[in-house]
């Protein structure tokens, strides 16, 4: 399969599909220029030509979408008031009927997922993780284990299930934020559908956060190579275990900052975690007592005041 575009590294238009790998390549340099493409082609059909060749047509599944994307749709009605006369009338009253003969199950999915699909946008989730997320709501939802309990609270947690289940670092105050859910509410309703589905999810790590924390701090690969190293320090002196994998992470950074003059205040560091300016300090007094770190920052400052 060739591509139109150019390479924009060579500048070369010869470019090909690698079906196995799911990406397009430059023949020239050899620049992956897209990847992660899940289907180029199209769904199997039953029929067959001559060759008994079987024939492909439309769109992926997707478990985004009500029935992965199989269910009839009769337009929406921006699409139909477009429409003059009986034509308009006649599509809106096909409308109507195609949403009361629908269930209960496939109305609140049209909803559910809707609303899904916003919130992993806004957190920039990748399409496994929103598709697991969808999977685990149309689960609950088949179960009834949705009664008695809002909507946007079971996307939420059933989002931070997908979460944790393939180690996307997403703190429940960031997944709170998106989704207008109480933080507490959040984690009631993740135990509850936890504890029904038996699923067994590990702790997050703190390392996790180093990448997307310093990303956003616009922190240099130093620092987050000097952070990894306080943070391997700190497990071997067990200073994570029974603390939030986020607060550690955010004070491991601060500390990293500082030790390569890249200073952060922490009201900045702690905005980005999701977490109070006091546990910042906590941490990083924990971690300046029990890694001996004092001195090499009080070093660090002394060479600094000299040099100015």
């Not at 337009?75 to 195609?98: E, H, P």
């Amino acid at each position: 399969m060739m591509f139109s575009k150019k390479c924009p590294d060579c500048g070369s238009s010869n470019l090909y599909y690698d079906d196995k790998q799911g990406e397009v390549i430059c023949s020239g340099c050899g620049l992956v220029v897209e990847d992660k493409i899940v289907d180029t082609g199209q769904e199997m059909q039953g029929s067959f030509d001559g060759d008994e060749k079987k024939g492909r047509s439309g769109a992926p599944l997707s478990e985004q979408k009500v029935n992965k994307g199989l269910a009839t749709n009769v337009g929406n009605y921006a699409d139909i008031s477009k429409l003059r006369g009986k034509g308009s009338m006649n599509w809106s009253r096909l409308g109507n009927w195609n949403i009361r003969v629908s269930t209960s199950i496939e109305r609140n999915l049209t909803n559910a997922l809707a609303e899904l699909r916003r919130v992993a946008s806004f957190l920039n989730l990748p399409p496994v993780t929103r598709d697991e997320a969808s999977r685990i709501y149309q689960y609950v939802l088949e179960r009834g284990l949705v009664r008695g309990r809002s909507m946007e609270s079971v996307i939420a947690a059933c989002i931070y299930s997908a979460c944790r289940s393939y180690n996307i670092p997403r703190t429940l105050d960031e997944i709170s934020n998106a989704s207008d859910v109480e933080r507490k509410e959040i984690g009631r309703t993740y135990r509850f559908i936890a504890k029904r589905m038996k699923i067994k999810s590990t702790p997050s790590s703190p390392k996790e956060y180093i990448s997307r924390f310093a990303n956003i701090l616009k922190l240099s690969p130093k620092t987050q190579n000097e952070a990894l190293k306080v943070l391997t320090k700190a497990e071997s002196s067990e200073l994570t275990s029974g603390r939030g994998p986020a607060g550690i992470a955010a004070a491991s950074l601060y500390v990293a900052a500082l030790l390569n003059d890249e200073k952060k205040t922490q009201r900045e560091v702690a905005d980005i975690a999701g977490i109070t300016e006091v546990t910042i300090r906590n941490r990083y007094k924990e971690l300046l007592n029990k890694l001996e770190l004092e001195d090499k920052i009080k070093i660090k400052e002394a060479e600094k005041r000299k040099s100015i």
